[in-house]
């Protein structure tokens, strides 16, 4: 749905089996991919420990200590309400990437699902199905975004809903691309005149040799779906207060930019790190299933 | 001469089932709304005279059929639609906002060439050195980046701390306007930088390997020379159709942006919408907003058509 380009990724399926090191230890060797584990990692065991880490619950109002910078009592200072910022960060990431993970599954299984179907079947399920990517495609995805949750209502809910009509196009496409290569090999065809039915032809040779990419995707995809809980946050109509969420902590921070920047800037950081590490997994994965 | 009207005919009528694929989209994004839309707008204490008078308002009453029909026949005549909190038809609405959102779309755009061109050519030529591995971070770090963090760190840094620019608003002349629209525009250009960056550095790496490279260096001419006039000519070429292929992300995150520097675009129009539960209002800015992206990327892949021969003649 979003950012349409290639990014690097080997269009050639993983047909090449040949003799490899194992899957792990190649995950081991690639730099990239252990430093992108370890920041993810870092984030989300700092989001889940929260209520063990922070001395003040995220809600917990201070009326008299409002708008303080950072202090012993405070690490990252209050905002408006005396809440600490500090405690808001962690437990926002709770929420924040719990949907973050959660929102890409189904677009990711349908997408991928539906893409090789198209792909391999061809014909009146290829038509619709790509004519349909090329509509939704069509849309800005925020605005798409934006009229569906005003539709469904805002909310977590919400953001699950818009996410799983409007991002499986992704998958849709490039899985299709996948399969169409992938069809043509001579082991799929000899398992086609060895009998085997088509659903056992799509689930054992299809499906294995053209998901690697999906994977890869799935992790930049995070990324954005992450990026857009915290947009319609920022927005209001994503995660509602009061629980905490790094879009609306910011958007309620801005109001403060010239006398207490830190209430906006600092809820941008764990996006920043989640978004890096995530990436730099994306890339390490690409290294590691790319064929020898 | 044939050949180029052929691909621009063959182009323009694919795009026309997508058209009408985003008015189907759009018009069932409004007309399947759980529960009644007609009631949800004049709330629970309206009598149900009032509430089949809205409804026949929004077009809502009869068959689905029935109201594509309606809707279809309405849209023919120009008409979107009339704002419930406006009282206006949508069309003057948009109208009135096109503008704004216009020019930040060019001007991001302008952007995007401007900055993705020179620092991916730098990368690839300093390929594995310091300048590449700097570059490379960017789209590391830029991806994760939401637009509206960013564009209240140049608030911030910009407008806050150094007064170069407003912190929001459009202003009264055209010099007010452009200086309100440059860190939107950048904003809003940094969304798609970063994925732009990474693809242009691999099209200019392909690009250096290319024999008329080689002819042009064994001619004898400075390194600048074959860095502008081959090089990047010819890398110009996939960065317009990559920004084509991005500009729905681009349009799509001026709703952001606008929001964030106050400006009074269609994003914002459409936000304001929202939260007035305007429905025909959010239902033309949505329509108006996918159709621009449709008529952007025709004539993107027309531009790269009339650069690169190569796509027209197959």
């Known amino acids: 749905m979003r950012l349409l380009a290639v990014s690097g990724l080997d269009v050639q399926p993983d047909v090449a089996a040949g003799r490899r090191r194992p899957f792990v230890r190649r995950a081991f060797s690639s730099r990239s991919l252990l430093a992108g584990l370890c920041i993810v990692a870092s984030v989300t065991t700092l989001a889940a420990l929260a209520p063990v880490i922070v001395r003040y619950g995220p809600n917990q109002q201070n009326p008299f200590h409002g708008m303080e910078g950072p202090s012993a009592a405070h690490w990252l200072g209050t905002d408006e309400l005396g809440r600490d910022v500090w405690s808001r960060v962690l437990y926002a990431g709770r929420t924040d990437l719990v949907v973050g993970f959660l929102a890409v599954l189904f677009p990711f299984g349908f997408g991928t699902l539906l893409g090789i179907a198209a792909g391999y079947f061809g014909g009146v399920v290829e038509t619709v199905t790509m004519r349909l990517v090329d509509v939704i495609i069509a849309f800005p995805f925020y605005v798409l975004v934006v009229a569906l949750v005003f539709i469904i209502g805002p909310g977590i809910r919400g953001i699950y809903i818009a996410i799983a009509l409007t991002d499986w196009v992704v998958y849709a496409r490039m899985a299709r691309t996948q399969a169409l290569v992938v069809r043509e090999l001579d082991w799929v065809t000899a398992a086609r005149s060895g009998g085997l039915s088509h659903a056992r032809v799509l689930w054992r040779h299809i499906l294995p040799n053209t998901i690697s990419q999906a994977i890869v995707y799935v992790m930049s995809d995070i990324v954005y779906v992450l990026l857009a809980v915290v947009t319609l946050g920022y927005l209001g109509l994503g995660i509602q207060p009061p629980t905490p969420d790094w879009g609306s902590m910011i958007s309620d921070g801005q109001s403060f930019l010239s006398t207490n920047l830190w209430i906006s800037t600092i809820p941008g950081i764990p996006i920043v790190l989640t978004g890096l590490g995530l990436s730099l997994v994306a890339d390490g994965l690409t290294d590691v299933l790319r064929p020898p | ?314």
């Not at chain 2, 990368?123 to 490379?136: E, F, G, P, S, Y």
């Not at chain 2, 129009?269 to 239902?283: H, I, K, S, T, W």
């Open chain 2, 1 to 314: 001469m044939r050949k180029t009207w052929r691909y621009a005919v063959t182009r323009l009528a694919h795009s026309v089932p997508v058209v009408f694929g985003v008015t189907i989209v759009t018009f069932l994004l409004l007309h399947l709304i759980p529960g009644d839309p007609a009631r949800k707008l004049v709330g629970p204490h309206a009598g149900p005279a009032a509430v089949a008078a809205v409804r026949r308002q929004l077009g809502l009453d009869g068959s689905l059929v029935n109201q594509f029909g309606v809707f279809l026949s309405r849209l023919a005549h120009g008409d979107t639609g009339r704002s419930f909190f406006y009282g206006v038809s949508t069309r003057s609405l948009v109208i009135s906002r096109l503008s704004v959102t216009a020019a930040l779309v060019g001007l991001a755009a302008l952007f995007c060439v401007i900055l993705t061109l020179p620092l991916a050519t730098l990368a690839a030529v300093h390929k594995d050195r310091l300048a590449d591995h700097a570059i490379r971070v960017i789209p590391l770090v830029g991806l994760g980046m939401p637009a509206f963090w960013i564009g209240i760190l140049f608030i911030i840094v910009f407008s806050v701390n150094l007064g170069w620019f407003p912190v929001g608003g459009w202003g009264v002349t055209l010099g007010d306007h452009l200086r309100a629209l440059v860190l939107p525009a950048l904003t809003a250009a940094l969304g798609i930088i970063p994925l732009l960056i990474r693809s242009l550095r691999a099209g200019v790496l392909d690009v250096l390997k290319a024999d008329f490279v080689a002819t042009a260096r064994a001619k004898g001419l400075r390194e600048m020379r074959v860095l502008f006039r081959h090089v990047t000519r010819n890398a110009l070429i996939p960065t317009v159709a990559l920004l084509g292929l991005n500009i729905a992300y681009l349009i799509g995150s001026t709703v952001i942006v606008e929001r964030v520097f106050d400006l009074n675009g269609l994003g914002s129009l459409m936000l304001d919408a929202v939260g007035n539960r305007d429905f025909p209002v959010v239902e033309g800015v949505t329509l108006v907003f996918a159709v621009a992206v449709v008529a952007l990327n025709l004539f993107t892949d027309l531009v790269s058509a009339q650069l690169d021969p190569r796509i027209r003649l197959g």
